[in-house]
């Protein structure tokens, strides 16, 4: 059975500050996509990034980062100098290949304060 | 580009009736799926519509249904409400690859939220 656990139920930072929002996943099989959403108070999900099983490389977009540790089983999400537009609801998730459905974490809540 | 739509956006219903919720994919995408997102137990996926067939199906009761027409627009209905069923209800749609949905980014609609009384 396919788990993703974000232990970080809710982060509170000033506005310009670094923040890392941690994943961990659980899945026997090899093949699998990871993915970050971001929800903001409107509700509807935003897809930020998918990570299949075998890229292990870090990505950099903007002010987001990703650091994908196979070893951990960690899919870790940092933004650099947040901004108040940052503040949402930001979900893990996790695919294996050929099942369609995606398991999420239970979401970070992030307040980004000014 | 149009987006994904959910229609309609809000919903009341009361305890034992039924309801029907929509969801018309992005222009070309093939694959529907609804996801059940509640405070408590958080984004759920419900089922997985592809060319008119259901494909995948989460750990839900018989009372929650779907389908899918040939222009690829999806509906779910939830018989015999419940208070539980109380949601959001998200829709997200794909253009599938060969190798299967999670080679896709999804795209989410804005969702229908449900309240039962």
């Known amino acids: 059975a396919q788990k993703v656990t974000q232990a970080q139920t809710e982060i509170s930072v000033v506005e310009k500050e670094d923040v890392t929002l941690d994943c961990v996943y659980e899945?026997?099989?090899?093949?699998?996509?990871l993915f970050w959403y971001k929800q903001p108070p409107s509700g509807e999900l935003v897809f930020l990034i998918r990570?299949?099983?075998?890229?292990?490389q870090n990505e950099i977009s903007g002010r987001y980062s990703w650091n994908f540790q196979k070893s951990t089983s960690s899919f870790n999400f940092t933004i650099t100098a947040s901004q108040v537009v940052d503040s949402a609801v930001y979900f893990c998730?996790?695919?294996?290949?050929?099942?369609?459905?995606?398991?999420f974490g239970k979401g970070t809540r992030l307040h980004i304060l000014p | 580009k149009a987006g994904v739509t959910q229609t309609p956006r809000y919903l009341i219903k009361t305890r034992g009736q039924q309801v029907t919720l929509s969801c018309s994919p992005i222009?070309?995408?093939?694959?529907v799926s609804w996801y059940q997102q509640t405070p408590g137990q958080g984004l759920q996926f419900l089922f997985e519509?592809?060319?008119?067939?259901?494909?995948n199906k989460g750990n839900f009761p018989g009372r929650f249904s779907g389908r899918q027409f040939s222009n690829s627009r999806s509906e779910m209905n939830v018989s015999t409400l419940e208070l539980g069923d109380s949601a959001l209800y998200l829709c997200?749609?794909?253009?599938?690859?060969?190798?299967?949905?999670?080679?896709?980014?999804?795209?989410f609609g804005p969702g229908t939220r449900l309240t039962v009384l």
């Open positions: 519509y592809f060319s008119e067939t259901q494909r």
């Open positions: 222009s070309g995408h093939r694959s």
């Open positions: 990570r299949n099983s075998f890229d292990e």
């Open positions: 899945t026997r099989d090899t093949t699998y996509y």
């Open positions: 997200a749609s794909s253009s599938l690859g060969t190798s299967g949905i999670v080679d896709n980014e999804q795209f």
């Open positions: 998730a996790l695919s294996v290949w050929r099942d369609d459905k995606i398991i």
